[in-house]
């Protein structure tokens, strides 16, 4: 059983910056999803093992970096040039591949809050 653990979530004004951290040990692909109330859980970003591979949906594609640290066990998420339609819960995600990840992690954190106000 693989325990995801989120921090680093808050409340900011547009265009400010945050970075979402999570602990999880395994030799996991790794991704954020976020959900925003009303709607459904969005995929955001992924990373491979190896940290060579990114992923990104077009919404946060220039915003947002994803990495890792392994030696930690930490992936990380910066969010830059925050919008308030980037408010949402966001949620650290593993997985074997990159594509059992994106149809549906097998394994999921319990989510952080990210509020930005206009």
């Known amino acids: 059983q693989v325990q995801l653990v989120e921090s680093g979530g808050g409340m900011v004004q547009a265009g400010d910056s945050l970075r979402l951290s999570c602990t999880a040990s395994?030799?996991?692909?790794m991704g954020w999803f976020r959900q925003a109330p009303g709607k459904e859980r969005e995929y955001t970003a992924a990373?491979?093992?190896?940290?060579?591979?990114?992923y990104y949906a077009d919404s946060v594609k220039g915003r947002f970096t994803i990495s890792r640290d392994n030696a930690n066990n930490t992936v990380y998420l910066q969010m830059n040039s925050l919008k308030p339609e980037d408010t949402a819960v966001y949620y650290c995600?593993?997985?074997?591949?990159?594509?059992?990840?994106?149809?549906?992690?097998?394994?999921w954190g319990q989510g952080t809050q990210v509020t930005v106000s206009s």
């Open positions: 395994g030799r996991y692909v």
């Open positions: 995600a593993a997985d074997r591949t990159v594509e059992s990840l994106r149809v549906g992690a097998a394994y």
């Open positions: 990373i491979n093992w190896s940290g060579n591979t990114r």
